[in-house]
């Protein structure tokens, strides 16, 4: 599914990823946790392809091609998905406008007939019916005035009706109340299934207690430091990065 | 006064033609047509028309249109259709180089308003002080030549308390082959006490040839009136469009005014909006799209005459090319308009290195209990918004397009006319959508 080999990559000439790698199977959840500043975002924006990174060095490949060659609008047409962190608003066109114009355009990328308004309402209605989340927020602007949990909803509601193969959640559990973070894990759970995988980025423990991970990595200062199982967060959460940091200082000194 | 030399055929068609007509238009077109003789074109040494030269409009020797359309009835069925509001049972009046057309028309008019020729309008109580108005207005003599040389005029006369669910539309199209032709629209609507209607104005041209349109619209609201005018502007590309559209609101009244700029080598809107009583209410929206060497300018004067108004402008510009857009807002706020609350916002985004707006909010304040904001802002694309879109599988001309059309569908979303609403959505779409997969909210 996907392969990141030695991914280096510069934001203002400054490495902030220093030779990261990753390997995800079908239908794997995985999740990176790391401190502020260790390369999290990053990974998600390079994956997603934002051109103010420089890539400097190492390969990704999704589905089998090279990641980094395509276009955004290409790799979200492979199938990628990336939930920002920062959900853009988009005043004057409602959701409606904007799933539809996407999923029309990923359509087309994947050869598939595109579809009319009312073909286009019966989907989201089924999609947003399975990942459980309620689709009156399509008849408002794009995240414009929307609180920070419907704004996390709002990208759910986009990665169910996109159908993605590899959802990136860039924190998507940053500044979200109990409720809202609720409502965000049961529609990832809902649409977790062997052909679609996630990689689930974050800064807590507490996301984890409700979208339980197959691996988790942890990320500090540009690399993978550590891997394992599920059980990894509670002695994160025990111990605290520093744990890790230390210990890596410790095996790389 | 070299300008007027070359005008030779207008100045022919003024004196065979003022003879004709009403008696009591006779001396309004006289005055009228000394004081363009006097004055000639505005130049960029009236501050008025500073960013806008009427240099190439002065280097045409214009000529009124033909009565006459050569073009064929199908031709002109289909572009009046392409043009008109869809679905919805609306007046349609359609004037072909400033003739009404009965062939093309829906003359049904709703309960609750009238509409007078210019001969049956001239003997109505009010016609004189009202017709006249106009030119005085303003320093530019356009509205003055619009009186002197328009043979008719749409006068519709809304009943006091009448309500009109649907727009009444008025569609203006210059068509023929002349080079030089000109055209005189004229529309007044006078709204009785508590009458409520929307107009739409939709001025349209046939053919590549430059032609112009020098175009009037009056607006008199009495007490409690409510009137939504709408002009949409989608002149040829090669066409001069010069429009005033003067609006006096009387107690309590509440103007909405949506205009649209799109299409013109060379295109002015001025709006003028009086606001004559206390308690009268002023909302003017404006939309400008401009590409190629387009030049669209929207000058707006609104007066606080009495306490207790309030105004808001909102206009928008989109500029690609070489267009140059240009927005000016003044206010003016009369000592004794204590009270007034008065906000201006003109937001642009330039699309090319080599368009070109000027914006300039001017107030003059005489109150002293006043509240009156302007911001002006321009930039560029969002490039955190064209991610967004393009992770979301839009490429990158699809993203662009569909970022313009939400910048320019803030203003339109508002519109209390569903019809209408989607009949502007459809011309965004029209000159936007092609390379999106945009579609029209349904």
Known sequence: ?253 | MSTLTVHNKLHEDFSQNSGAGPAALRPLREQAFARFAATGFPTTRDEAWRFTSTRALTQVDWQRADQQAQSQLDDLKATVAHHALKDVAATTLVFVNGFLREDLSQRRLPAGVRLLSLADAAQEDWFSEYYAVADAETASALPALNTALADSATVLVLDAEARLENPLEIIHLSCGISPHRATFPRTMVVAKPMAEATVLETFIGSGGEAYWQNSVSQLHLADGARVTHVLAELATEQAFHTHATFAHLSRDSKLVSENMLIGGALARNDIHVNLNGPGAEAHINGLFLGHARQHLDNHVVVRHNEPHGCSFQNFRGILDDKAHGVFTGRIFVAQDAQKTDSAQSNRNLLLSDEARIDTKPQLEIYADDVKCAHGATTGQLNQDALFYLQSRGMAPDAARNFLIYAFAHELIEKLAIRELREHLEAVLVERFGQAGALAPEA
């Open chain 1, 1 to 253: 599914m996907l392969e990141i080999k030695d991914l280096h990559v510069n934001v203002n000439g400054k490495p902030i990823l220093k030779g990261l790698n990753l390997t995800m199977g079908e239908g794997e959840v995985h999740c990176i946790m790391g401190p502020n500043g260790s390369g999290k975002s990053t990974l998600s924006q390079v994956l997603a392809g934002r051109d103010a990174y420089e890539i400097t060095g190492g390969s990704v490949t999704f589905r089998g091609k090279d990641l980094l060659e395509q276009e955004p609008h290409e790799r979200a047409g492979e199938g990628l998905f990336l939930a920002f962190q920062y959900p853009v608003e988009i005043p004057g066109v409602s959701g409606n406008q904007f799933l539809r114009a996407a999923l029309n355009a990923v359509r087309q990328y994947r050869g598939e007939d595109e579809l009319d308004a009312a073909q286009m309402m019966k989907v989201f209605r089924e999609r947003a019916k399975q990942a459980k989340i309620d689709l009156a927020s399509l008849k408002r602007s794009v995240n414009e005035g929307f609180s920070g949990g419907e704004k996390k909803r709002n990208e759910m509601l986009q990665m169910a009706i996109l159908e993605p193969r590899l959802a990136v959640l860039d924190e998507v559990d940053s500044g979200l109340d109990i409720d809202a973070l609720k409502i965000v894990s049961d529609a990832v759970n809902a649409m977790r299934s062997a052909q679609r995988s996630f990689l689930v980025i974050t800064h807590y423990q507490r996301l984890l207690n409700h979208i339980v991970p197959d691996h988790i990595h942890v990320l500090v200062d540009g690399q993978i430091v550590k891997s394992g199982g599920k059980e990894l967060a509670l002695e994160l959460e025990e111990k605290g990065y520093a744990w890790v940091e230390e210990h890596t200082n410790t095996v790389a000194g």
